[in-house]
């Protein structure tokens, strides 16, 4: 479907637009994150259904706002949070494989519930590479720029066989006001006085939060008691996982996501189940975040 000289150019961005594959896996001993697409299951959903290989390059579009003219002729899809998908002003719907003409504008807005939609297209975005990854790190800098307006993205030949299945339904919004996330705890939660009480309640995502990391609060009327770290020697920085609930000082905990870094000195707690990842990177500030053991 993707023509053979095939390239988008980028209207609008909204808040933040990222091209991001796999990532950079293997490389924290020498100091460099991971990185790569925050929800992998939407990543993966979306180069699915245009039948590209796992590691084409989407676009990770944050709270919507992004836009990309198409010159020649190429297969998309956006997965995510159910969010309105247009084709030159004119709903098309999303988790789906959607054909464009030449000239055609594709947009995307923000999600009803949620923060990150992808946006693949057959072939993938073919993007220069650092340290064998397209994806962008917001926290090291590595890989390409975030996406500008005028950015030109040509597509390239990483697809595989026609996709078999070209809709999906999008994943149902959490029936809960609050979303739930499993956790394991470990290694370091003897450095809390009770780490137990991370379970305990409710929690609320900060508005500093970002790829790097989920930022969480107690809800101003909270009555449980806070997270304290016992009086022990202060930590030497060690290694940082990915799903790693550190707490600082504050008792205030941070949830990393896929931009974190590879070490840090305040004790990691507990670390999220990989199947509650996809849904810790669509929290948004504001959401009410609830712990449990997995």
Not at 40 to 51: C, K, M, P, T, Y
Not at 127 to 140: H, K
Request: hydrophobic residues 40%.
């Amino acid at each position: 479907m993707t023509g053979p000289h095939t390239w988008f150019v980028v209207a609008s961005t909204g808040p933040l637009a990222t091209t991001q594959d796999l990532g950079r896996p293997g490389h924290a001993h020498l100091g460099v994150p991971r990185s790569g697409a925050a929800d992998l299951e939407s990543f993966a959903l979306a180069n699915r259904l245009v039948g590209n290989l796992e590691d084409a390059a989407c676009i990770e579009v944050t709270l919507g706002g992004f836009s990309a003219r198409v010159h020649g002729t190429a297969l998309v899809a956006v997965t995510g949070p159910t969010t309105v998908v247009r084709v030159d002003g004119h709903e098309v719907g999303s988790h789906s494989a959607i054909p464009l003409k030449n000239g055609q504008t594709l947009s995307v807005t923000a999600p009803r519930r949620g923060c990150r939609n992808y946006v693949a297209v057959r072939g993938g975005f073919d993007v220069a590479t650092e340290l064998d990854s397209r994806s962008t790190d917001t926290l090291s800098g590595l890989g390409p720029a975030a996406l500008s307006v005028g950015d030109e993205l040509p597509v390239g030949r990483l697809s595989g066989s026609w996709p078999a299945v070209m809709l999906a339904p999008p994943a149902p919004c959490p029936a809960s006001p609050a979303v739930s996330l499993t956790l394991r705890f470990g290694p370091r939660d003897d450095r809390l006085v009770t780490p137990r009480t991370l379970t305990d309640g409710v929690w609320v995502v900060n508005p500093a939060s970002n790829r790097i990391g989920v930022r969480l609060d107690r809800p101003t009327d909270s009555t449980v008691p806070a997270l304290t770290h016992r009086d022990l020697p202060e930590l030497a920085s060690e290694g940082v996982p990915l799903g790693g609930v550190q707490i600082p000082p504050s008792g205030q905990p941070v949830l990393f996501l896929a931009d974190h870094p590879v070490t840090g000195g305040y004790p990691v707690v507990a670390v999220v189940t990989p199947t509650s990842l996809p849904h810790a990177a669509q929290l948004v500030a504001g959401d009410r975040v609830r712990f449990s053991l997995g």
